[in-house]
T-cell receptor, first 111, second 111 residues
Framework: KAGVTQTPRYLIKTRGQQVTLSCSPI?????VSWYQQTPGQGLQFLFE???????NKGNFPGRFSGRQFSNSRSEMNVSTLELGDSALYLC??????????FGSGTQLSVL | SQQGEEDPQALSIQEGENATMNCSYK?????LQWYRQNSGRGLVHLIL?????REKHSGRLRVTLDTSKKSSSLLITASRAADTASYFC???????????FGTGTRLKVLA
């Protein structure tokens, strides 16, 4: 079974731009959650989707948004990028909301 | 603020020694999980302990949970250089679908 796939692996953007990150969960997993990881803050929860519905949301500004498609693939979008958005963005899928399977992440650098 | 707070932040031990990491959390939980992360890659699930369990073993790993103190510990016995990684606890808050990770414990096992 293929693991969680995140694309792209690396991304460089400039301030003010917007970015879309993609996550393909493990086949059969309907829950997808997103995390932002920075050296000082650890992993911060962004949001969680199940069957195209956002069930939980973290404390991030409205510039951070996401969605999930009918095939469970998920995307997250960050608009009007700021320097502080530079981070590793991790996606995780889950079969039953318990054990999380993580992708390798997308390393976003904002210049 | 983080739900799971790991302690210590960093730990350096010799190969063959035991490593103990602690986690404290703030709310009632359904379960608590421990994850390992190597070099900024995706996290790997290690073990899950439910709120009605007190201790769980998996190979060289032993996890304890004390819900009255809202704390958990992860013990790695006979550690190896390959155990060098960051370790995160992730409590699942009751009634939600979000795991709130802490900043992790950075373990270094010296050969």
């Amino acid at each position: 079974k293929a693991g969680v796939t995140q694309t792209p692996r690396y991304l460089i953007k400039t301030r003010g731009q917007q970015v879309t990150l993609s996550c393909s969960p493990i086949s059969g997993h309907r829950s997808v959650s997103w995390y932002q990881q920075t050296p000082g803050q650890g992993l911060q929860f962004l949001f969680e989707y199940f069957s195209e519905t956002q069930r939980n949301k973290g404390n991030f500004p409205g510039r951070f948004s996401g969605r999930q498609f009918s095939n469970s693939r998920s995307e997250m979008n960050v608009s009007t990028l700021e320097l502080g958005d530079s981070a590793l963005y991790l996606c995780a899928s889950s079969l039953n909301g318990e054990k999380l399977f993580f992708g390798s992440g997308t390393q976003l650098s904002v210049l | 603020s983080q739900q799971g707070e790991e302690d210590p932040q960093a730990l350096s031990i010799q190969e063959g020694e035991n490593a103990t990491m602690n986690c404290s959390y703030k709310t009632s939980i359904n379960n608590l999980q421990w994850y390992r992360q190597n070099s900024g890659r995706g996290l790997v699930h290690l073990i899950l302990i439910r709120s009605n369990e007190r201790e769980k073993h998996s190979g060289r790993l032993r996890v304890t949970l004390d819900t009255s103190k809202k704390s958990s510990s992860l013990l790695i016995t006979a550690s190896r250089a390959a155990d060098t990684a960051s370790y995160f606890c992730a409590p699942l808050t009751s009634g939600t679908y979000k795991y709130i990770f802490g900043t992790g414990t950075r373990l270094k096992v010296l050969a």
